[in-house]
């Protein structure tokens, strides 16, 4: 066998994929935790020692392990509510894919001025809009052009009737100085309910959650990976954006030792009581070295 040669197939490239739950799930996640596209993952375990010396000059007879900090950082790419949620520590959201769109096209046969809070919709406008849900309204020509308003009221179609709402006095139709209308007649405006995502409601109460790294064996197809008891974020939201690339986040986290009350007989992840004693920060699984395809 010449110099260097490979002993396995186990040569790892790629990514992995991130997944996040609530800690019921720790273990158990699937793929419907997934955050999505990832470009790279750069998983640490860190552990500090030291050194006992003796003699002169002195050398090192004895070391021992002071510290394990275990922790990951994963490259977004996937803007979801989800992961900017969980990375402003606003805690762990479903994925909202199968929530309804609620949008459509405001009725401007006249022109909207600025200031006004009277709005009537499209009469294909089906959707429901509640007191307090914030609304943008725009031009599909100038997206620049753009209210962020909060409902007031709402009144939805009666038959021929369209729905119409108004907004609160606070949060008025807006337009450029010197223009009197936000929105002119005949131009295309269209509104949409947004939800929300808030910035800086940090309690200081820790958002807890499992997470699993998971890739494929490329020498056997089978998948591997690690299984992650409980984490939190270690860093807030780092946002890039260009010209020239997509845009990218990059998550931290950092894996915990679970309490013995919380995989004790009636806690939240009572169903690994007899695996975390013997792994208290995370397990990997993966394949034999000599296992093949």
Request: glycine fraction near 10%; aromatic fraction near 6%; charged fraction near 15%.
């Amino acid at each position: 066998m010449a110099l260097g040669s490979p002993k396995t197939k186990k040569a790892l490239i790629g990514t992995f994929e991130l997944r996040i739950g609530p800690q019921n799930k720790a273990g158990l996640l699937t793929a419907d935790h997934s955050v999505g596209i990832v470009d790279q993952v750069k998983l640490d375990m860190q552990m500090d020692s030291v050194d006992l010396m003796s003699g002169f000059p002195q050398k090192p007879v004895d070391t021992a392990i002071t510290k394990f900090v275990t922790g990951f950082t994963a490259t977004l790419r996937e803007n979801s509510r989800r992961n900017l949620n969980v990375m402003l520590g606003n805690g762990l959201f479903d994925f909202d894919g199968a929530a309804s769109d609620i949008s459509g096209k405001v009725d401007t046969t006249t022109a909207l001025a600025v200031g006004a809070t009277a709005l009537t919709m499209d009469i294909a406008f089906s959707g429901v809009l509640t007191p307090g849900d914030t609304v943008v309204v725009y031009d599909t020509a100038n997206p620049g052009n753009v209210s962020i308003a909060i409902v007031d009221t709402f009144t939805a179609k009666a038959g021929a009737v369209p729905a119409s709402l108004t907004l609160s006095a606070h949060t008025p139709l807006v337009g450029v100085s010197g223009s009197a209308n936000a929105f002119a007649a005949g131009s295309s405006v269209k509104l949409y309910k947004s939800p929300i995502i808030a910035g800086g409601a940090i309690t200081g109460v820790p958002n807890y959650f499992s997470a699993q790294l998971i890739r494929l064996d490329r020498g056997t197809g089978r998948p591997v990976g690690f299984d992650f008891w409980k984490t939190a974020i270690s860093a807030g939201l780092s946002l890039s954006a260009s010209i020239t690339e997509f845009a990218s986040m990059e998550m931290q986290l950092k894996a915990l030792e679970p309490a013995a009350t919380e995989y004790a007989t009636g806690g939240i992840m009572a169903h690994l009581g007899t695996i975390i004693p013997a792994n208290p920060v995370f397990r990997a699984f993966d394949v034999s070295d000599a296992a093949t395809a």
